[in-house]
């Protein structure tokens, strides 16, 4: 008897440890995130909505439609892409055969412009668009257009913008680089934002379309409550874009750097730079920047939808 | 157990219980043990002690201009020429500085501009064009180029740099990292072609500022 209560004893003794260390081990591992909110209605509408309807919540419907992964997704459709180069920095980089036949002579003419680049590189384009049509007059005019548009000369840059818009049948890659230029080209913010939305539209694989509506729509001085929520959109959709493309934190930092550089106090600044930080998994930083930027947020025109689209983010946040 | 004297079973009791002591103790060291996974976040605030390249937009790639570092200084290398003789048709050109062969795309290309140009420098000759570099005054006239050239026309050195021009690449490198200049730098072995390219390759990753 003597013996098996000391038995009993010891087996349950072995039992309750071992049960406590079982106990230790699951509460190691984090607590399961809540799942995300179903994608619903707004399915309907392409993962670039550019128009917003008026009524309804617009803030709270965009940032549905980024937290159930519907923009991710349709981010991810384009990614999937093999023979996309998303870095290529024009659309015949981006795709392959988008111009197929040129000329061994040709092609050594566009190679010498761009070796030439600054430095004469705009006089042998135009003699190769003098003398091309199609397509290979469309490289030559957009290489001007570039060219011109990295060196400052805007008068230079629009005239061959112009020239290559007069090309027909471009493909909607080239078209997204041409927005894209225009984009850059253009004085007023508001027209700059809507050359980058249909850049985007007619290429969502243009890295630099992207990186630019990112920028545009964290540095834009909304007048209007649409405006507001239009910047909102911008930035939460291109920074999805962008993750989802290129797949590393550095660029997105690279990015969030560069806003930050062009200093401009725009308070959607603030949510780019949260949301690119919860993005790449750095949440407690990220609620940190919404946290604050919710606290200075007076009473504006655009401040209302902004403090709702900060408060959606630091929720989200704050709950995984 | 009725075999065993009571001397004997009180030894198997003692030992038996010193043995479940033992396992519940190594249970409750290897519980305490477990190490916990890091919260929160590790990185540094400050920037690193070897800063890399300054930043410069994301999306627009800027202008290159080229420079030859050797002892006797730094010699500009304008292609402006090169592009010329490439342009009329020339795979081989020879200059003052050296070699250059032009290599147009493979057959299947992406993008029409796609080439390689090899180069090949006559260090002799570079070596007596160069511009003498070797005290601070010169230095800073140097960078304050630089400095002038990237502010108005976007433009980035790249310098190739010999053996001999290590001491003075040194400090110019350290001067426009100080005044947070843009730079890219690339050593030339001896025999080694240098050679600048356009290519669909260069476009994998955004992994580097610029190319």
Redesign the interface.
């Known amino acids: 008897m003597a013996l098996v209560s000391r038995w009993i004893g010891r087996i349950s003794l072995v039992v309750l440890a071992a049960m406590v260390l079982l106990m230790e081990a699951t509460d190691v591992s984090p607590p399961p995130s809540p799942p995300p909110p179903p994608c619903g209605s707004g399915s309907d509408r392409s993962g670039l909505a550019v128009v917003l309807n008026a009524t309804g919540d617009p803030i709270a419907e965009i940032m549905a439609r980024v937290d159930c992964g519907e923009t991710k997704q349709k981010a991810e459709e384009t990614a999937s892409d093999e023979s996309l180069r998303m870095a290529g920095d024009i659309c015949l980089m981006r795709y392959p055969g988008l111009l197929s036949g040129v000329s061994r002579e040709i092609r050594q003419k566009f190679a010498a412009a761009v070796i030439a680049a600054q430095d004469g590189g705009i006089d042998l384009l135009r003699e190769i668009e003098a003398n091309a049509n199609g397509m290979t007059a469309w490289r030559a005019a957009m290489e001007i257009a570039r060219i011109a548009e990295r060196a400052g000369d805007r008068q230079t840059a629009l005239a061959a913008l112009a020239r290559a818009r007069l090309i027909s049948d471009v493909p909607a890659a080239c078209q997204s680089d041409m927005e894209l230029i225009a984009g850059r080209l253009a004085e007023d913010d508001d027209v700059a934002a809507a050359y980058f939305d249909s850049a985007v539209l007619a290429d969502p694989g243009n890295f630099a379309a992207h990186v630019e509506r990112a920028l545009g729509g964290a540095t834009l001085r909304a007048e209007t409550p649409q405006a507001c929520a239009d910047a909102v959109e911008r930035i939460m959709e291109s920074v999805v874009y962008l993750e989802t493309l290129t797949r590393s934190s550095s660029q997105l930092l690279r990015i969030k750097r560069r806003a930050e550089v062009l200093n401009e106090n725009a308070p959607q600044r603030a949510l780019l730079d949260g949301f690119i930080l919860e993005r790449i998994g750095r949440k407690r930083e990220a609620a940190a920047i919404y946290g604050r930027a919710m606290a200075e947020l007076e009473t504006g025109l655009c401040d209302e939808r902004l403090r709702r689209a900060l408060a959606i983010r630091l929720d989200r946040v704050v709950q995984k | 157990?009725s075999l065993r004297t009571d001397a004997e079973a009180g030894f198997v009791?003692i030992a038996?219980?010193a043995l479940?002591v033992l396992?519940?103790v190594t249970?409750?060291v290897?519980?305490v043990s477990?190490v916990?996974?890091p919260r929160?976040?590790v990185r540094a605030d400050n920037r690193p002690a070897l800063p890399f390249p300054v930043?410069i937009?994301?999306?627009?790639?800027?202008?290159?201009s080229y420079w030859y570092v050797t002892e006797a200084g730094l010699t500009p290398i304008?292609?402006?020429q090169?592009?010329?003789s490439?342009?009329n048709?020339e795979k081989v050109i020879e200059t003052v500085f050296g070699k250059f062969f032009?290599q147009?795309?493979r057959r299947?290309?992406?993008?029409?501009?796609?080439?390689r140009?090899g180069f090949v420098p006559d260090s002799k000759r570079i070596a007596e064009a160069a511009i003498s570099i070797s005290g601070e005054d010169e230095i800073e006239r140097a960078v304050d180029q630089f400095s002038m050239e990237f502010e108005?026309?976007?433009?980035v050195p790249t310098f190739f740099v010999e053996k001999s021009g290590f001491d003075i690449f040194a400090r110019i490198h350290s001067a426009m990292r100080n005044a947070d200049l843009p730079l890219r730098w690339v050593v030339r072995r001896p025999g080694v072609t240098l050679t600048?390219m356009?290519d669909?390759n260069q476009?994998?990753?955004?992994?580097a500022?610029w190319r």
């Open positions: 157990m009791d038996a219980n479940s396992i519940l249970i409750i290897l519980i477990i916990p996974s929160g976040e930043e937009d994301p999306s627009v790639q800027p202008f290159n304008p292609l402006r090169i592009a010329q490439v342009f048709g032009f147009n795309s299947t290309y992406r993008d029409v501009a796609e080439f140009l108005e026309s976007y433009i600048i356009r669909a476009f994998e990753t955004r992994a500022t």
